[in-house]
């Protein structure tokens, strides 16, 4: 029912900056909370960001002064502008859509994109 589509990824010299953008599909996504989550070859999935319905946002301590989550309700997308990148930022890159708000079940329901590439590296 909700699809989630990311975009943005690429190959970054260390320091340089992208952004990134997840646009999602339904009619409740200002009651969605959303999150970015980043893998790297041979590591465990990690929380970056996440950003309630209500705006309120929080970070991993990683990335912490140097991405923003930000969301866009008018227009169904969620960002993640990401500064002062360096080598170990090097994953793929993945939004998550938590609709549980929404569905009045007794259990969390989320949905994954497909991710999105970024490569730091001189």
């Known amino acids: 029912q909700v699809q989630l589509v990311e975009s943005g990824g690429g190959l970054v010299q260390p320091g340089g900056s992208l952004r990134l953008s997840c646009a999602a599909s339904?009619?409740?996504?200002?009651?969605?909370?959303m999150r970015w989550y980043r893998q790297a070859p041979g590591k465990q999935r990690e929380l970056v960001a996440a950003?309630?319905?209500?705006?309120?946002?929080n970070y991993a301590d990683s990335v912490k002064g140097r991405f923003t989550i930000s969301r866009d309700n008018a227009e169904n997308t969620v960002y993640l502008q990401m500064n002062s990148l360096k080598p170990e930022d090097t994953a793929v890159y993945s939004c998550?859509?938590?609709?549980?708000?929404?569905?009045?079940?007794?259990?969390?329901?989320?949905?994954w994109g497909q991710g999105t590439q970024v490569a730091v590296s001189a």
């Open positions: 998550n859509a938590d609709i549980t708000p929404i569905t009045g079940l007794g259990y969390p329901v989320t949905y």
């Open positions: 339904g009619r409740f996504f200002g009651i969605y909370n």
């Open positions: 950003i309630t319905n209500a705006g309120s946002s």
